[in-house]
């Protein structure tokens, strides 16, 4: 198995994600009741990831303060942006964890089973700068692919249009494109390696597991998911029809679920609640008799009456989902 080493993109603000991001950065949202970054440093880690390092700076503080207590398979590195550099600036900003081998860089609002090391060999033998993970999905479709899978730009035009997953492997000589300190985007990045004639390739796959967890509607379309397929696409989601329930929730008599419910830790629902298609973060209490439908809590929010369609976050703002 080829290693390397990798980065999380994870400094965004998240506003797709908001008001459950109001009080956690994206990368540590949960997923079954495990924050996203355990997933993607399980992911990387199977894929052949020594070592990782995380990007932040909204709420950077939560990160700090869950990686300093927290186990990972493998070492996880953390790197504060002081302003936000987006993404070009901050793949720039670690240039001093990159050894002479490819970096792999992932989205930090992703989740996925795509063959890491499929795409490293992809890569070597294209003998490319960076290449790009693409997929077929019509909602994200927008990256332009040339017959010989080189990738000719990001909008527009006649050519096969694919999406990015937010997984790329780029060669250490594409950081003298990225300006140092300053903040920009690593598309700008390719469009000019592209300009130059560089070869700035796609590995295109098809069936392998991927999903985008940046909206509120993707976040719960996601866990739906889970819940109706008959094996679990990642090691450790649970599949098969069954609620998630953490260990240390307390449901009072009467509780009752439909469809697919995840209950994180420290939750009480009370006498006669009732929970469908939803998903209920940490610390939330639930009172006597409410009905909770098509639905997201974020943590520490006290609900009293029934909700449908509700988005409730930091200090009880809520929003309503599409």
């Known amino acids: 198995m080829k290693s390397f080493r990798a980065m999380i993109l994870a400094a965004g603000l998240a506003t797709r994600l908001h008001p459950l991001t109001l009080s956690r950065p994206k990368v540590l949202v949960p997923v079954q009741n495990r924050p996203l970054l355990d997933w993607l440093v399980a992911y990387l880690c199977s894929g052949g990831a020594e070592e990782v390092i995380v990007n932040t700076y909204h709420l950077s503080e939560k990160l700090i303060e869950y990686i300093e207590r927290s186990d990972f398979p493998i070492p996880v590195h953390l790197r504060v942006e002081k302003t936000l550099l987006g993404t070009g600036g901050g793949i720039r900003n670690v240039t001093d964890f990159w050894d002479q081998r490819p970096l792999v860089v992932v989205n930090g609002d992703i989740l996925s089973a795509i063959d ?12 490319a700068a960076v290449t790009l993970v693409l997929k077929d999905e019509p909602l994200f479709n927008g990256v332009k692919v040339a017959s010989d899978g080189r990738i000719l730009g990001f909008s527009g035009g006649l050519e096969q249009q694919l999406a990015f997953t937010g997984i790329h492997v780029l060669e250490r000589r594409v950081l003298a494109g990225i300006p140092a300190g300053t903040t920009s985007s ?95 973060w940490e610390q939330v209490t639930i009172g006597s008799g409410c009905s909770i439908r098509d639905s997201i809590i974020g943590d520490g929010v006290v609900v009293t009456d029934s909700l449908e369609g509700a988005v409730v976050g930091a200090e009880g703002r809520g929003k309503i989902l599409d």
């Open 186 to 280: 690593i598309i700008d990045c390719y469009l000019q390696l592209i300009a130059r004639g560089e070869k700035v390739m796609a590995h295109v796959v098809e069936d392998e597991f991927w999903r985008e967890l940046g909206s509120l509607h993707g976040y719960l379309h996601m866990h739906e998911e889970l819940f109706r397929m008959s094996r679990a696409p990642v090691p450790g989601l649970q599949v098969d029809g069954k609620a998630v329930v953490h260990e240390s929730a307390r449901l009072g008599s009467g509780v009752h679920f439909d469809g697919m419910v995840c209950i994180g830790a420290g939750c009480d629902l009370e006498h006669g609640v009732g929970i469908q298609r939803s998903v209920i």
């Open 116 to 127: 890491l090391q499929a795409v490293f060999r992809s890569h070597e033998d294209s003998g």
